[in-house]
């Protein structure tokens, strides 16, 4: 199956650390993507794992654990303009991305 | 270098009219898909071309329909619009759908906006 879960919101406090999960259930396995999305904007890729372990990019990290069907976003030193919608995808063997519903994060002063 | 543009930005349709969105990638790219993003849910696969053939289709009707141009460039069109159609409409390019999963990075143009009344 396709599905990818996440939490629907999620609310932080500036300067902080917030852990956006997402798990997902998918056969041909071609790799796991985060993108950001501000309202009425287009989505933007932030990151992709294709092992498991960690990517690193500035103030995002992702993580991926393949046998768990598992993924986090991390965001270090929030910052008011990290309001956004963070959408978990799965892409397939040379095919699409398929999303989850995404987590809408607001950041607080 | 620009980006993947899409028009119109907006439009405004009623129940049964047809649509037509268009999409430019990015220079080089040679493979665009399409996505459909009701509010408040994540963008839904509806059609992904390369070198102007069709490599995929998502779970969509018969009344979506699209093609790609020698030179990339993609239309999407819904025929007999209904009010669930009211959605963005993401094209999004990438080089090429095939290899490691880095090349299948979309870069999503800013969307049309339609809105069936």
């Known amino acids: 199956g396709q599905n990818i879960d996440q939490p629907t919101e999620m609310t932080a406090t500036e300067g902080a650390i917030v852990q956006i999960n997402c798990t997902y259930q998918?056969?041909?396995?071609?790799?796991l993507f985060w993108y950001q999305q501000h309202a009425g904007e287009a989505p933007t890729f932030l990151s992709y794992?294709?092992?498991?372990g960690l990517e690193e990019k500035g103030r995002f990290s992702s993580f991926l654990s393949r046998s768990k069907g598992y993924s986090y976003l991390l965001l270090k030193e929030l910052q008011m303009k990290d309001s956004a919608s963070y959408l978990c995808a799965v892409s397939r063997a040379g095919y699409a991305l398929n999303f989850g519903k995404g987590t809408s994060l607001l950041v607080t002063p | 270098d620009a980006g993947v543009t899409q028009s119109p930005t907006h439009l405004i349709k009623t129940r049964g009219q047809h649509v037509t969105l268009r999409c430019s990638p990015i220079?080089?790219?040679?493979?665009v898909s399409w996505y459909q993003q009701v509010l408040g849910q994540g963008p839904q696969f509806i059609f992904q071309y390369y070198e102007k053939e069709e490599r995929g289709r998502g779970n969509f009707p018969d009344r979506f329909s699209a093609r790609q141009f020698p030179n990339y460039s993609s239309e999407l069109n819904v025929n007999a619009l209904l009010l669930g159609d009211s959605a963005l409409y993401l094209c999004?390019?990438?080089?090429?759908?095939?290899?490691?999963?880095?090349?299948?990075?979309?870069?999503f143009g800013a969307g049309s906006r339609l809105t069936v009344l």
């Open positions: 999004a390019s990438t080089l090429s759908p095939q290899g490691r999963a880095g090349a299948n990075v979309l870069t």
């Open positions: 998918t056969s041909g396995f071609n790799g």
């Open positions: 220079s080089g790219h040679k493979s």
């Open positions: 794992n294709v092992l498991d």
